[in-house]
């Protein structure tokens, strides 16, 4: 049966109604009847071709909530059980990174939408190994930008045990940004934010931020010299790095999970000095997911969003192009 969706026909194009005749379901795989599809900046970049690495038709969405309609006779899921999936569909599972439990990091994996028909659909077939149950505390549209941006800050913040106590810096308010202050604030942390736009300081420390700063005005962040342990970086733009490596406490970490264009100019000095740290972050492993989803029910830690039926994917990516969403949009069936 072919499976409704939306799609891109080109680069920088409206995305279009589109119907496809999915591969047979393998013995490992699941289909997904959709019921939320977060919209992240990435199904921007993959519509636009922003990244090479897109064809068309292209149906992006990888922020995927919904029902198991069908199982493998391999899949651990079952039908009816509700699950997610987020950026990630498949990996070797046989390499040293794979059998290391960092998936993500397999030179082999496959996105849910690069290649293959992603979330902005009526239904979606993938790996059943990367596709997890949800906790019953998690409300569908709320948790759907877990499956992405929330592993995304989430896993770092593990990797590098950020502790509870820790004066934490937060760069970029945004579907990312926001989920990082709420997860620290949940671990017992204390969080700055730094943001460009000075009318979300309310919202900001509504979210659980014990300061709120601006991200460009070197003189603000000049404020919080030697404060931070941590300084985790949600965005895609050029920033002082310099002055935001000296907020750096000694053995303090700059970890970056947005991606500024060009290169980064640091003085070696500057890392020498206090043993000071700049890493990146992709995404999370499966083991991360599940670490991530399993914390945010806990904690009750979800996305703030905006929802729109799935047949306004248009205006809805133009209100994510136009930075006008608190904090993330999710499409619904």
């Known amino acids: 049966m072919a499976i409704s969706a939306f799609a891109a026909?080109?680069?920088?194009?409206?995305?279009?109604?589109?119907?496809?005749?999915?591969?047979?379901?393998?013995?490992?795989e699941v289909e997904i009847e959709i019921s939320h599809c977060g919209v992240c900046h990435s199904d921007l970049h993959l519509i636009d071709n922003d990244w090479r690495t897109s064809t068309y038709p292209l149906v992006p969405g990888h922020e995927i909530v919904g029902l198991v309609a069908a199982a493998g006779v391999e899949s651990n899921l079952v039908v009816g059980q509700r699950v997610g999936t987020g950026w990630q569909r498949s990996a070797c599972l046989a390499c040293e990174h794979c059998l290391?439990?960092?998936?993500?990091?397999?030179?082999?994996?496959?996105?849910?939408?690069?290649?293959?028909?992603g979330g902005f659909a009526r239904r979606i077939r993938t790996d059943a190994r990367f596709v997890f149950p949800?906790?019953?505390?998690?409300?569908?549209?709320?948790?759907?930008?877990?499956?992405c941006a929330g592993v995304t800050v989430f896993a770092p913040l593990r990797r590098w045990k950020v502790r509870a106590g820790a004066p934490v810096g937060v760069i970029g308010i945004g579907g990312l940004g926001h989920l990082a202050i709420r997860f620290l604030r949940a671990m017992g942390c204390e969080p700055v934010a730094f943001t460009?736009?000075?009318?979300?300081?309310?919202?900001?420390?509504?979210?659980?931020?014990?300061?709120?700063?601006?991200?460009?005005?070197?003189?603000?962040?000049?404020r919080f010299a030697d404060r931070f342990e941590f300084v985790l970086?949600?965005?895609?733009?050029?920033?002082?790095?310099?002055?935001?490596?000296?907020?750096?406490?000694?053995?303090?970490?700059?970890?970056?999970?947005?991606?500024?264009?060009?290169?980064?100019?640091?003085?070696?000095?500057?890392l020498l000095t206090s043993q000071r740290v700049i890493c990146g972050s992709d995404i999370g492993s499966p083991g991360a997911i599940r670490d991530t989803l399993a914390f945010a029910a806990e904690h009750n830690v979800v996305a703030e969003v905006e929802t729109a039926p799935m047949a306004d994917a248009n205006a809805a990516l133009q209100r994510v192009r136009d930075n006008r969403v608190r904090y993330r949009m999710v499409l619904t069936n």
């Not at 998936?103 to 082999?108: I, V, Y």
Request: hydrophobic share 40%; with cysteine.
């Open 100 to 117: 290391a439990g960092n998936e993500n990091l397999c030179p082999f994996q496959e996105a849910t939408c690069v290649g293959h028909p």
């Open 196 to 222: 460009s736009s000075p009318d979300k300081r309310d919202e900001v420390l509504r979210l659980g931020a014990v300061d709120v700063a601006s991200s460009t005005d070197a003189r603000e962040v000049r």
């Open 233 to 270: 970086s949600t965005v895609p733009s050029r920033l002082d790095w310099i002055t935001y490596l000296q907020t750096l406490k000694p053995n303090g970490v700059l970890c970056l999970v947005g991606a500024p264009p060009g290169l980064m100019s640091i003085p070696a000095g500057q």
């Open 9 to 28: 026909p080109a680069a920088k194009q409206p995305l279009v109604e589109y119907a496809y005749e999915p591969a047979p379901l393998g013995a490992a």
């Open 134 to 147: 949800l906790p019953r505390e998690l409300e569908a549209a709320a948790a759907a930008p877990l499956l």
